[in-house]
C-alpha cells in the first residue's frame, strides 16, 4: 500500500517575494516623493519670478447683498496680467469697506468696484499708487506705435533733441505703465464697429519727477512710445546719442567753417587772397 506525501511549504522562499515586493513599492514610494517634490520647487520657483499684486479677494462665497468688511473679504496676491483694472487694492479698501454686493463672488475671487451696489471707482486717481502721479503726453501715428499701445502696457521713452545744430537721441524713461490711452482706460472699451478707440494721448504711471522730465521733453524735442513685450523688464542703455552717429554718418564738426569754396572775381577766393598776397595789390 502506497501513501501520497504532498511536498512541505517552502516559507523561504514566500518571504523572499515579500522581501522584493515591499523593496519594489519603497523605491516606487520614494520615486513619487521626489518627483512632487521636484514639481513642487518648480511651481514655487515660478511663482517667486511673476510679477503679483496685492487684491482685496472674498474670503467665501458672497451672495448679493453681502457687505464688505474685515470678516467677509482677504487681501491676495494675484500675478498681475490676470488682474481686472477694476479690481480693488488693500490702498482702496477704505473706500469700498461697508459696501454691498451687487452680484455674487465666489471665494478667492478679487472684488471689483463694478461688483459694489451703487458703486464704481470714485475716481481715475483710485488707479494711482501713493507718491505716484498721472501725466499725459499727446501722441500721433507714429509715437502711438499706430495706435497699438493699450492700457496696461509698459513702454519706453525716447527724446529726440536738437543742440548746437546736432541732433540727439536717448531713452528718458523705460519700463513706464500706460494707465489710459485716450479717455480709455479698459481692454475691453470698443467703438461701436467692436474696434478698439482711437486716441491722441496716452496717460502714464510715473513719479513727481520723471512727470517733469516729460514735460520738459515735450517742451525742447519730440518724444516717442517704444512699446514693450509683456513682461519685459530689461534695462536698455540710455547713453545720449548723436543722431548721425546712430546712422553711421561722419560727425559735422567744421566749425562753422563752409567746405564750399566761394567763387570771387571768377576765381576761388582762396586763390584771389593769395595773389594779392604776392603782387601787393588787387586785380580786377
Known sequence: MTTNTQAPP????????????LILGGLAAWAASNYLSQRMAEIEARAQQTDTVQVVVAKSNLSRGAQITPDTVAVREVPREWVHSGAITPDQYSRAEGGTLAYPASAGEPIIWAQLEGRRA???????QAGQRAV???VDE????????????????????RNDNRNFTFALLQSVPVLATGSRVNLDERDADGRP????????????????????AREIGRVTALLRAPGDLATVSAEIAEARSLLGLPSTNGGGISSVPVIYGGGPITNGLHMMSRNGDETD
Open 142 to 161: 507714429i509715437s502711438s506705435l499706430s495706435g497699438m499701445v493699450e492700457p496696461g502696457d509698459l513702454i519706453d521713452i525716447v527724446v529726440s533733441v
Open 136 to 138: 499725459t503726453v499727446p
Open 10 to 21: 517552502r516559507p523561504r522562499k514566500n518571504w523572499l517575494v515579500l522581501l522584493v515586493a
Open 122 to 128: 470714485p475716481t481715475f486717481s483710485a488707479r494711482l
Open 197 to 216: 478707440r482711437s486716441y491722441t494721448t496716452i496717460t502714464l504711471d510715473t513719479t513727481p519727477e520723471d512727470a517733469k522730465r516729460i514735460i520738459a
